[in-house]
């Protein structure tokens, strides 16, 4: 009877997915919870992707869907690393308040890069694929007749023998605790980062450890920039003044509470 009901589950969350179409714009929630926060909105006539894995843990009303990233949020400057990496376990919010709702809880693999400073929080775009939630009681935007249909067929499907039933792992809510992951030296690993290319030097300034710093709309720096290892066709001036993306590893400068990137690649910003 478990496995049957599950086959029928399976059978209508997958027929919603790939053979009805939202017919209105529909939230999706971290939780299958309306109260809880919306990490993004389906468009009608989107064919949301139902998460297999847990199909048999989603309550009734609810649809758990595959969103593959990347993902934009907002982390206090304070959890990252000097590798600039999210600190493990530091949450990472859908806004920068600390009364936003939560995106995801940062992990040790998590691939992220820096794209803007907003004062005390750093926004950052966060490459892992996370599970979503909608609504698909009632109002929730779909096409009944298919789901329904698909149930019919279900019902009238053989039993699957009990020994060759295997429950799906049970993966991480968004917002949850990942577990842990093997350590690394995060700190030497490259990665990229979005700012204003400028210039350290300043005839009112002592000489600064660095040339050339990355900073932020308000011309606040968040990094040094290295370019010494650099190979450029074109002259560095083009650069200066503008929004650039570079990539390379960063590390921290000796004695300070400063971080300099060692760039590998440096790129004007197309806006």
């Known amino acids: 009877m478990k496995i049957n009901l599950l086959a029928t ?4 969350a997958l027929a919603v997915a790939h053979g009805s179409p939202l017919i209105e714009t529909t939230a999706v929630h971290t939780k ?3 109260s809880s926060p919306t990490i993004t909105y389906f468009k009608a006539g989107t064919e949301p992707k139902a998460a297999a894995n847990h199909l048999a843990d989603t309550p009734a009303g609810w649809m758990a869907v595959d969103l593959p990233g990347p993902f934009e949020g907002y982390v206090l400057s304070k959890d990252l690393t000097k590798g600039l990496d999210v600190k493990q376990g530091a949450p990472v919010r859908l806004s920068p308040d600390t009364n936003s709702g939560v ?9 992220t890069t ?11 775009s966060v490459a892992r694929p996370l599970v979503g939630y909608i609504n698909v009681g009632g109002t929730a935007g779909y096409l009944p007749p298919i789901a329904t249909a698909a149930a019919s067929s279900a019902a009238s499907m053989p039993s699957a023998a009990p020994d060759t039933y295997t429950p799906a792992p049970a993966s991480n809510l968004p917002g949850q605790p990942a577990p842990p992951s093997t350590p690394s030296d995060s700190a030497t690993l490259p990665r990229q980062l979005t700012g204003k290319f400028v210039s350290t030097r300043s005839v009112l300034h002592p000489r600064r450890p660095y040339d050339w710093e990355l900073v932020d709309n308000s011309g606040r720096r968040f990094a040094y920039v290295d370019i010494s290892k650099l190979l450029l066709t074109d002259r560095i001036e083009k650069y200066v003044g503008h929004f650039v993306v570079v990539f390379g590893a960063a590390k921290p400068v000796p004695d300070t509470k400063d971080i300099v990137i060692q760039v590998e690649t440096l790129e004007l910003l197309l806006r």
Do not use: N
């Open 114 to 124: 820096i794209t803007g400073l907003h004062g005390k929080w750093t926004q950052v």
């Open 103 to 111: 995106l995801l809880i940062a992990d040790r693999a998590d691939r």
């Open 9 to 12: 589950l399976g059978l209508v």
């Open 32 to 34: 299958p919870d309306a």
